[in-house]
């Protein structure tokens, strides 16, 4: 871990950390609808979500077992990784930094065993943490001349439809700070979405509109 990343941690002011027990709630809620992540059909209701998905179809994506259908004017990418990652861009220039939590890329990611295998800093994705893979400073992907922090605690929780499963929801305040004294520069929301059993982790940097709405009507094979 750098010295920036380090030194970042007690600059940042942990957010009231919502009730442990998973939730499924709508825009500005957080009523509890029991159950867990992955396990079974989703009791229903609206996912956290900005914007919608209109227009025609495009592309559908096969990943462990899920199918998403796509706006036509998506673009999705198999990442390497042996076919266990996509990257979905939906449009706009695209900067490659090396880092997949730090492209500066408009759109989201579709991860899956290996990529969350190492999601905590090298060590196994947790819910209770953000996706954050390296253990150096990783530019911000909106401003990729300053660094990431981690915050301690996510400003959004619960439980979210992903066709008849359910996903864990994490929202996540990220700070971007200067290379040069650590000043706060500005910052992302990081939106995860997490189905264990299936082996996928959904890592919006973009607060993508849309995304949540065709998580709910995703199918499963």
């Known amino acids: 871990m750098s ?28 009523s509890p609808a029991g159950g867990s992540p992955d396990t079974g059909p989703s009791a229903g209701g609206d996912a956290p979500q900005t ?14 077992g899920l199918n998403v259908q796509l706006p036509a004017s998506w673009k999705a990418v198999p990442d390497g990784n042996g076919g266990g990652r996509w990257h979905i861009t939906t449009g706009g220039s695209c900067g490659s930094y ?8 408009r759109g989201w990611w579709l991860l899956g065993a290996d990529d969350i295998a190492q ?15 390296q253990t150096d400073s990783v530019p911000c992907p909106t401003d990729p001349e300053t660094y990431q922090t981690t915050p301690q605690s996510p400003q959004a929780q619960g439980l979210v439809p992903v066709g008849d499963h359910r996903g864990d929801y994490r929202e996540w305040a990220i700070t971007c700070i200067s290379p040069a004294g650590g000043a706060r520069t500005g910052g992302f929301v990081q939106r995860l979405v997490y189905l264990p059993e299936s082996r ?3 890592v919006d940097n973009w607060q993508t509109p849309g995304l949540m709405n065709l998580l709910k009507n995703a199918t499963w094979r």
Request: glycine share 12%; proline share 9%.
């Open 119 to 133: 999601g905590n800093e090298g060590s196994p994705y947790s819910p209770g943490r953000p996706y954050y893979p």
């Open 200 to 202: 996928i982790l959904v």
């Open 51 to 64: 914007g919608s998905q209109d227009g025609p179809a495009g592309q559908t994506i096969d990943f462990n």
């Open 98 to 105: 090396g880092y997949l939590e730090a492209d500066a890329c």
């Open 3 to 30: 010295r920036y990343h380090r030194s970042v941690l007690a600059l940042v002011c942990a957010s009231v950390l919502l009730p442990l027990s998973a939730c499924e709630f709508e825009v500005g809620t957080t």
